[in-house]
């Protein structure tokens, strides 16, 4: 899995601080222009923020390198991989040794469908672990997060950047917010405490993004002191103080971590065009019907286990619902009964 990086190479460690701290300012904003994008809100010393800019750069570039070497580049494989066990199946024509092909086709098909099975499962299971890094990293990449969102407001300010792009940006870092509440402490004790303030500054934040989009640049104002005070507090490590309780709602409903409200969704679509890509193919293939309704059950409800969700069918009911589809009896739980004794007289 993405687990692979021994080396802690998302830590950034590798990555030289002289060489950190020469990011460009198209990548980065200096501590003066963050003055300027802040109207002088920022009271972090310059000295203070560089130092904090400097090792949110080298996890930000750690984590970014470890997502191209150990996720994007396996899943490419996989999926290359699987598209070239596809094409053999659809057409054994292309190989070199046509005969072996078609004599093999099967194979083909069930070494593609795993692949495929193999790269999603890869893929999920990084976005988790993705979402964990991130989490842990926000002490250290906030200061880099809230100094260009701090530059984005003074774009959108003067029209250069799209609102709209603006809230994108403001959600994204909502979202690290709640992965931190989520891994960013050790304890539950702390998590519980940390969690209904960090879901009051998400609330804060989305509420004022919103009045910026509703009202247009002039509400920009109000959302630069929200992210100032902000910068200047998560570099402080005040993290269960990031905004004063006048600027915080009375309660919200929990921290929002932007996982749960989307995952059904994906799975039912995702699993869908599987079962579909495998039966279009199987057909093309001219592949037995015993065979190809195993792989596209797998493709279809595969993802179901693999993405863990509560709405569809359990680990145990699925793999009731294989051993039945390949045994052809009912799925289900065993309900048989013994028969009942002769009535005696």
């Known amino acids: 899995m993405a687990t692979l990086d021994i080396f ?23 501590s003066a222009d963050v003055g300027r994008y802040s109207g002088d809100l920022v009271h972090t010393s310059p000295t203070r923020l560089q130092d904090h800019w400097c090792a949110g750069i080298r996890r930000s570039a750690g984590i970014e390198t470890w997502l191209g070497l150990f996720v994007v580049l396996p899943a490419a494989v996989l999926a290359m991989l699987a598209l070239a066990g596809l094409v053999l199946t659809v057409h ?29 499962l890869w893929l999920y299971r990084s976005h988790s672990l993705y979402r964990r890094r991130t989490g842990v990293s926000l002490p250290l990449t906030s200061a880099v997060d809230l100094a260009r969102l701090l530059r984005s407001c003074w774009k ?26 989520q891994y960013g402490v050790a304890g539950e004790r702390r998590r519980s405490a940390l969690r209904p303030h960090l879901a009051r500054v998400q609330h804060t934040l989305e509420t004022q993004m919103s009045k910026v989009l509703r009202d247009g640049p002039d509400a920009l104002p ?60 199987a057909v093309a293939a001219g592949l037995p019907a015993s065979a190809v309704a195993p792989a596209a059950l797998t493709a279809l409800i595969g993802p179901a286990v693999m993405w863990g969700s509560q709405k569809l069918e359990s680990a145990r009911q699925y793999q009731q619902t294989m051993r039945a589809s390949l045994n052809g009896a009912p799925a289900g739980p065993d309900t048989t009964t013994e028969p009942a004794a002769a009535p005696t007289r």
């Open 8 to 30: 802690d190479l998302w830590k950034g460690w590798w990555i030289p601080g002289p060489v950190a701290r020469r990011v460009p300012r198209a990548v980065l904003p200096g």
């Open 92 to 120: 054994p024509s292309a190989a070199d040794d046509p005969e072996f092909a078609r004599e093999n086709s099967l194979q083909f098909f069930s070494f593609s469908a795993g692949l495929a099975s193999a790269a999603l």
């Open 156 to 181: 959108a300010g003067e029209g250069s950047l799209p609102l709209l792009a603006l809230d994108q940006q403001v959600t994204r870092f909502s979202n690290r917010l709640g992965w931190f509440a």
């Open 222 to 281: 109000q959302l630069v002191r929200l992210l100032s005070t902000l910068l200047d507090r998560s570099v402080q490590g005040r993290w269960m103080g990031l905004l004063d309780e006048v600027d915080l709602p009375e309660e919200t409903a929990g921290v929002d971590t932007a996982d749960e409200e989307g995952n059904d969704r994906w799975v039912v679509l995702g699993g869908g065009a599987a079962a579909a890509v495998i039966v279009v193919a």
